[in-house]
């Protein structure tokens, strides 16, 4: 699966929940690589933030990131789109220190993003595969995410609150493809009895009947409403009973756990990268969801690439009679047995360290360890299946080193370790010439990495 990007671009417009300003966002496409950066146009030197977990500084009713003293909040609506548009690539720029909150859900980024259109882009997508369980949680809220290991991205979410009106509440997205039918109308949500100490805090000052389902469920005086709704600026409303006061009825009854589970995926678009695994949510909130991807930014941070998903049970893309026919080496100088995953920029490769290998009798004879320049060697072999699966007659060539860089030998191997190769392309193919980055690992463990030159030449 490749990157994918904007088609075009589009622009939408509105007001501010907090600040209430007019506010311009304007979509771009992105070159590959790039992820999602807001760029803020009102300010002098134009300044670019990136949407990553550590760029956050607040959540307080909305996400907020920054850059030394430029912010951008209310960015998850956009964010929660994007992502289920599959895009990886996009920047947003906008004239405010917010995103325009529109009817308060993210239908209308959706319906934007589906009239413009994506595009694929050469660039591998990088996902983050969740390997074992996951959890966070704050035990003051009763908040808590965990993420299970899956082969897709999927989201359950629950929510309970000390209300007449809205108490516990279910919602569930198992194919991300039911994103704009099933989640994207969700409305942002809140209680009657919350927006006064929101407008003390110089909140919600752009929030109305349109924009927010507003829940009514602790019996005031009429009196005190109208005052209310004269310090939000907003039209009187006689209230008889307790329940939600749009007029606007509910795009579904558990509205606003879907609205929940909307915001989840947009704070989830802050790892940078498109997650598999299942995300099962109690009570979330923006402060919980950060939580989430500031530990996953930890994880990816900690080593450039994750380790790659091995299923010994699954079918090899090559077997050990596929890789002779593309491969010239020979026992004893066949260093790969299977590759199981492909894709035009990148290769995982796999070998099986056994106690039989020709160099561990000299290697040591008290203490097997594989030479690390034969883990380069076995690096540069399962490249040299990438370039050569992609030409005709591979056998008539042979793969050649010609500058190694920025080895490090980290752990040794061992016998009964089983290596996972993983390398891809650093620069394009040219004249037959390719940068490669390699990386074997042994688990979860980098191994071994380096950098390398190799050039496939035709035999005569």
Partial sequence: ??????????????????????????FLPAPENHGYKFKRIDLDDQPVIDALAENVVATNRGTVIAKGD???????????????AGIDNCLIEVDAPEMPILDGSALPYCEA??????????????????KSRMEVSDPETGSSIIVLPDDEFSVDVKINFNSKVLNNQFASLEHIGDYCDEIASSRTFVFVREIEPLVTNNLIKGGDLDNAIVIYDTPMQQSELDRLADLMGVARKDVAELGYLNERPLSHENEPARHKLLDLIGDIALIGRPLKGRVI?????????????KKIRKDIKRQEVQAPIYNPNKEPLMDNNRIRELLPHRYPMQLVDKVIEKGANYIVGVKN?????????????QEPVMPGVLQIEAMAQTGGLLVLSGVDDPERYSTYFMKIDNVKFRQKVVPGDTLLFHVSFMTELRRGCAMMKGYAFVGEKIVSECEFMAQIIKNK
């Fill in 1 to 26: 699966m490749n990157q994918i990007t904007l088609k075009g671009e589009f622009t939408l417009k509105g007001k501010g929940l907090h600040t209430g300003l007019e506010i311009t966002a304007r």
């Fill in 70 to 84: 430029a912010r951008v909040s209310t960015i998850e609506h956009s964010l929660s789109a994007l992502y289920a």
């Fill in 113 to 130: 993003i589906a009239q413009t259109g994506v595009v694929e882009q050469k660039a591998d997508k990088d996902f983050y595969y969740v």
């Fill in 281 to 293: 949510a109690t009570r979330p909130g923006h402060s919980i969801n950060t939580k989430l991807s």
């Fill in 353 to 365: 360290i056994t106690a039989n290998e020709p160099f561990f009798p000299g290697h040591f004879p």
